[in-house]
Structure formats: structure tokens, C-alpha cells
């Protein structure tokens, strides 16, 4: 069974500029969250996705980041316009249940 | 390619016991160690990041300790309590600011 994946691995941008991130869940799973970790500093809860509904996003930082997951399946966190703060680990993980989230190995974005 | 391992994949124990949750990794060029704890339809919560260069980190009943040589950390936990009740992510980051590789989990029922 393939586990959760995220595109790209690594994403080098300028300030102003605009970045999409993807995550692939693993098959059937219908929670989905977004994390990201900034300058080494610990991991943060961004949102949560129940198939394609926003079930919290009370960790999103400002109105310039995005999250969608149409159809319930892939979701993409779009950043619009990016600050040098952005920089940091995105992570995505996928569940079943309220248990056991699966996490991907994250997108590395840099922001210039 | 790095692999983490957390034994056991459950445990359940009565209020009050000292316990050790187990981590371990093959490839020992580590840049750091983190300790997660997870709980039920809730984002993560980062407990203690323990530097290469380190061989403990402590937080009130928690102590995780680093034997990068052998390839293993511990999360010891004092006096359990049921709110200690979670599964327990260990996750190791091999270069600066960049991706985590996970260990599967530890569920850690603490029975009143």
C-alpha cells in the first residue's frame, strides 16, 4: 500500500511569488492534515479536511495561504504571496479514523 | 535509507507505572530526534527534540533519551496518568530544516 505523498520535495521561490503544494493520501483515508514545521522550531497543526470539507483550520496562519481538496482525494496548500516566514517543512498526514495519522515526508519550501 | 522502528505498536498500562517507549533508527547521521505525542481527531503536539550532539532532553514527567551509536532512543514516562492515554510518534530529521522519517507509532492506553 503505497503511503502519503507530497509534491514537490523541495521548493526553492522568491518573495511575492506564488507556491502550490500537493499531498496524495493514502487510498480510502478520509482525514486530511496540514502541518508545517518553520526554521526549526516544532511542528504546528495547520487544518483538517473530512473528505473534502474543512473540519478545522483554526492553525492557518493568515488569508494568504489556501488550502483545498476537491473530491475528497489530493489536497493542494497554495501560497499566495510568499514571505521570507514561510520558509519551512510542510507536512501532510491522512487517517482513517480519529487514530493513527500517516504522515508524508513533507515539502521543503524556501522562500528568497 | 533511513528507517525508524517503534516498539512496542501498543501498550496498555495501569495508571501510576513508569514506562519506556522504544525508537530506533538504522542510519545513525542523525540531526536530530523528535518525540511526538497524538491524540484522537487532534493535531499534533511536539514534545521533545533531542539535537545530535545530545543524549537526554527532559520535560516535567517526560525524559527521551539518544544513543545515536546504537541507533536508538527512548521516551520514559513518570507516573502515568490517563491523559498520558495518545500514541507516541518518534521521528528523526537527517539534514537541517528539511524532511522527517517517521516511526509508525506507539498506542499507549493508561488504564485508571
Known amino acids: 500500500e503505497a503511503g502519503v505523498t507530497q509534491f514537490p520535495s523541495h521548493s526553492v521561490i522568491e518573495k511575492g511569488q506564488t507556491v502550490t503544494l500537493r499531498c496524495d493520501p493514502i487510498s480510502g483515508h478520509d482525514n486530511l492534515y496540514w502541518y508545517r514545521r518553520v526554521m526549526g522550531k516544532e511542528i504546528k497543526f495547520l487544518l483538517h479536511f473530512v473528505k473534502e470539507s474543512k473540519q478545522d483550520e483554526s492553525g492557518m496562519p493568515n488569508n494568504r495561504f489556501l488550502a483545498e481538496r476537491t473530491g475528497g482525494t489530493y489536497s493542494t496548500l497554495k501560497v499566495q504571496p510568499a514571505e521570507l516566514e514561510d520558509s519551512g517543512v510542510y507536512f501532510c498526514?491522512?487517517?482513517?479514523?480519529?487514530?493513527?495519522?500517516?504522515f508524508g515526508p513533507g515539502t521543503r519550501l524556501t522562500v528568497t | 535509507k533511513q528507517e525508524v522502528t517503534q516498539i512496542p505498536a501498543a501498550l496498555s498500562v495501569p495508571e501510576g507505572e513508569n514506562l519506556v517507549l522504544n525508537c530506533s533508527f538504522t542510519?545513525?547521521?542523525?540531526?536530530?530526534l523528535q518525540w511526538f505525542r497524538q491524540d484522537p481527531g487532534k493535531g499534533l503536539t511536539s514534545l521533545l527534540l533531542i539535537q545530535s550532539s545530545q543524549r537526554e532532553q527532559t520535560s516535567g514527567r517526560l525524559n527521551a533519551s539518544l544513543d545515536k551509536s546504537s541507533g536508538r532512543s527512548t521516551l520514559y514516562i513518570a507516573a502515568s496518568q490517563p491523559g498520558d492515554s495518545a500514541t507516541y510518534l518518534c521521528?528523526?530529521?537527517?539534514?537541517?530544516?528539511?524532511?522527517?522519517?517517521w516511526g509508525a507509532g506507539t498506542k499507549l492506553i493508561i488504564k485508571p
Open positions: 498526514a491522512s487517517s482513517v479514523s480519529s487514530y493513527e495519522q500517516y
Open positions: 542510519d545513525s547521521a542523525i540531526y536530530n
Open positions: 521521528a528523526v530529521e537527517m539534514d537541517s530544516n528539511y524532511q522527517l522519517i
